[in-house]
């Protein structure tokens, strides 16, 4: 087994690393403060290849193996969960699902121009009643001539008060759960199409994009379907397989950068006469932080080499998901502890850290669904 970068994706790394310490930390905190998204680093992000990521190069994509692209995430999300969430949705979510699933005119109509930046990807799929259930959508779709006509709504749909196209899922039929379920590419000047603002504040990722989508007799032409009539729950959740992987990477970002905040901290501080890090049960915790930090960085990584292997990577990408997030809440937490009152300030980066980490620990999947996704893979789905 080799542990080694290669050296392309040590370059990759280091322009991703360089990108977020110069271009984006600067804007971190205002952008969280105001709820803003800084929307002038997309097309920065396109000219740098991270938005393209692992697409084929046939379509204006990098080229970047999936491990490539985990570094990528992971070293976003170490600085600003909400840019590391937009690039997971955008290239993860969104392009390469339609590589993996749209025909040839749709991939080359929309995929260079999202590579680019041109356009910005949104992916609808939560509702109001259907979330980890996602078969008990209620957006329906129904065919009208040539067309196709969608109603109902979505929640929690990142990006999309910035997106130009949204992939949408709707069912023919509710009572036919997953098997009735479409994909829709509709650009989101489609008339019927609209957003307005989640109500309330958002714990985390505050400066990114989140709406309520409404679909009000939104009609699409025939081309606009995304693999054939029933297959949107498959491609739902292939899509959600490659999002989980930018989730777990940036989680691991997020426990590194928690770590490096503490190592810098208790090293700096003084109590009763010596470094806090010189005490015994804070040198026990960052002890902890560190090997969590590692052991979830191999995880995410094997992920990714499985991925890039051609083999099926569901469980192992669940499996990373599930432990990056859940030690990634436990160092967050640590480490406003460990800061004391400057930890419950947002004059410090850890408590950003500590709200953001939430988020990862629920979307595109909360650790309950991970752990059902991962026991399936042992022992098979439940005898019916």
């Known amino acids: ?60 994509g990098s080229g970047m193996d999936n491990l490539s692209f985990a570094l990528v995430s992971e070293e976003l999300g170490r600085v600003d969960s909400s840019v590391r969430g937009f690039v997971s949705v955008h290239a993860g979510l969104v392009s390469l699902c339609i590589e993996h699933w749209g025909s040839e005119g749709q991939k080359q109509q929309y995929l260079p121009r999202l590579a680019t930046g041109e356009l910005i ?21 129904r065919e009208d ?5 969608l109603r109902g709504e979505k929640i929690w749909i990142t990006n999309a008060p910035d997106a130009q196209l949204a992939i949408v899922f709707a069912t023919m039929d509710p009572s036919l759960r997953h098997r009735g379920i479409c ?72 426990a590194q950068a928690c770590l490096d905040a ?40 094997r992920a990714a080499w499985v991925k890039d292997q051609g083999r099926p990577s569901t469980k192992e990408t669940s499996i990373a998901k599930l432990f990056a997030t859940e030690a990634a809440v436990k160092i967050a937490s640590d480490a406003v502890l460990l800061h004391g009152g400057r930890g419950y300030s947002s004059a410090y980066p850890v408590e950003r850290y500590y709200r953001d980490i939430k988020g990862l620990q629920i979307y595109e999947g909360t650790s309950h669904i991970q752990r059902i ?12």
């Not at 009609?219 to 959740?237: C, H, K, S, T």
């Open 1 to 60: 087994m080799h542990f080694e970068l290669t050296g392309q994706q040590r370059a990759i790394q280091a322009r991703a690393r360089t990108f977020a310490d110069d271009e984006v930390a600067p804007l971190s905190r205002e952008a969280d403060e105001t709820g803003q998204f800084p929307l002038q680093l997309v097309a920065r992000m396109g000219e740098l290849g991270f938005l393209a990521g692992p697409l084929s190069t046939a379509y204006g």
């Open 121 to 141: 990807g949104c992916y609808c799929l939560t509702e109001p009643n259907a979330g980890s259930d996602a078969a008990a959508m209620e957006t329906t779709c």
């Open 145 to 149: 001539g040539d067309d196709w006509v």
């Open 183 to 254: 994909a829709f590419l509709v650009p989101t000047d489609t008339s019927g199409f609209r957003c307005e603002p989640m109500p309330g504040h958002e714990l985390g990722h505050r400066a990114a994009s989140h709406a309520h989508v409404h679909l009000d007799d939104c009609r699409v032409p025939r081309a606009a379907l995304l693999g054939e009539p029933g297959q949107g729950f498959r491609i739902a959740m292939s899509a959600l397989d490659d999002g989980r992987l930018g989730v777990a990477a940036g989680a691991v970002g997020v």
């Open 262 to 301: 503490c190592i810098a901290f208790t090293r700096e501080r003084r109590a009763f006469g010596q470094r806090v890090a010189d005490f015994q049960m804070i040198q026990a915790t960052l002890a902890d932080m560190a090997a969590d930090v590692e052991a979830a960085r191999l995880l995410v990584y």
């Open 373 to 384: 996704v991962i026991a399936r893979e042992l022992v098979g789905r439940p005898e019916r």
